[in-house]
């Protein structure tokens, strides 16, 4: 006879970005509950301090009392996209990753810096005139 499967949690992660409250709303993204995705807002100005690029460091961590396996870590993946259908989305790049002696870790984003980001951004913003 098999035991039950312990159930998975429904939130694993959180990440802080400055500025905002802490995010924990990541969603399955596919049957095996080992892939999440998280969409995060961001007004679509370019050099406003509350722009996508204006953030340089962002805080990944694993909520309490959740552990990851051994030898398995969690890796973060971001891509940018835009409302309007005329500026393709960036390609996925990896932040970072957590690690079962890591369980927090803070991120240098590098898009103050990120060429297609900041292209995506102006595309974005021509779109709005």
Do not use: C
């Not at 999440?36 to 961001?42: E, G, K, M």
């Not at 406003?48 to 909520?63: G, T």
């Amino acid at each position: 006879m098999h035991s039950p499967q312990p159930a998975v949690p429904s939130q694993l992660f959180g990440i802080v970005i400055p500025g905002r409250e802490v995010i924990t709303n990541f969603t399955p993204a596919d049957p095996s509950l080992t892939k999440f995705t998280l969409t995060v807002p961001f007004p679509a100005q370019t050099e406003d301090e509350n722009s996508i690029a204006s953030i340089s460091d962002i805080v990944f961590f694993l909520l309490p009392n959740i552990t990851l396996p051994p030898n398995s870590g969690a890796m973060i993946y971001w891509s940018a996209s835009s409302n309007h259908e005329t500026a393709p989305p960036s390609s996925f790049e990896l932040l970072g990753a957590l690690t079962p002696t890591q369980p927090s870790t803070i991120l240098r984003t590098g898009w103050s810096t990120n060429e297609p980001l900041h292209h995506l951004i102006k595309s974005s913003m021509s779109s709005n005139l």
